[in-house]
């Protein structure tokens, strides 16, 4: 099983530019997120899905967004990178919209915004 | 805002000795998460504690819950290379009934 897929594994832009950070699963889970991780402050919560057409936004929102077409795909926007985006981010999914469940963590991809 | 502190934050030790990684908080959590993360790749899950004072173990970590809901430890025995990550803490708020990170311990074990 594939589980959750992240692409580019690496990303460089320049300050303005803009990108799409691509999220599949292939287990069928209602419940997609995007999560970015920075030293010393652990996961935060940009986005997240319970379903398709369904998103809301999380802890760190700005300067992104989101949208859920299908179950599979979960894709984050970066639309005018900053500086400050510069970190690596995870998409994770799990099965249903509780917050107890397992969660499945991509591989991550690091973006660094020049 | 929700917090979960972990201590340490950095851990160096050598093979075979003993560890605990501590994750506090002042809120109550209805349960609450360990996962362990790898140079390159995402967080695993490795266990979910539910009730307060609730002890699990998987080989040679333990988790525990504590009595109030709101801290938790991970006692790894008689570490090895192999043990060597990230940990990271997750805490499910009994107000939100969402998902909170801790910082984050970074464990080095030293052949």
């Known amino acids: 099983n594939a589980g959750v897929t992240q692409t580019p594994k690496f990303q460089v832009l320049k300050t303005g530019q803009s990108m799409t950070l691509q999220c599949a699963q292939d287990?069928?889970?209602?419940?997609m997120s995007w999560y970015r991780q920075d030293p010393g402050m652990g996961l935060r919560l940009i986005h997240y899905?319970?379903?398709?057409?369904?998103?809301d936004q999380g802890e760190v929102p700005n300067g992104y967004n989101v949208s859920r077409s299908t179950t599979e795909d979960f894709p984050l926007r970066l639309l005018s990178a900053a500086p400050s985006q510069t970190s690596v981010y995870f998409c994770?999914?799990?099965?249903?919209?509780?917050?107890?469940?397992?969660?499945?963590f991509g591989s991550g991809t690091q973006l660094s915004v020049l | 805002t929700q917090l979960l502190e972990q201590s340490p934050q950095f851990l160096s030790i050598q093979e075979g000795e003993n560890l605990t990684v501590y994750c506090n908080s002042s809120?109550?959590?209805?349960?609450l998460q360990w996962y362990r993360q790898e140079p390159g790749e995402g967080p695993v899950l490795l266990v979910t504690?539910?009730?307060?004072?609730e002890v699990k173990k998987l080989k040679r970590l333990t988790f525990q819950f504590g009595d109030a809901r709101k801290d938790s430890s991970l006692h790894i025995t008689a570490a090895q290379p192999g043990d060597t990550g990230l940990y990271l803490c997750?805490?499910?708020?009994?107000?939100?009934?969402?998902?909170?990170f801790g910082q984050g311990t970074t464990l080095q074990v030293k052949p």
């Open positions: 287990m069928n889970h209602e419940y």
């Open positions: 994770a999914s799990r099965k249903g919209t509780r917050g107890g469940e397992k969660l499945f």
């Open positions: 504690v539910v009730t307060g004072g």
């Open positions: 997750a805490g499910i708020s009994s107000n939100t009934g969402k998902l909170i």
């Open positions: 899905s319970v379903g398709a057409g369904i998103t």
């Open positions: 809120s109550v959590f209805s349960s």
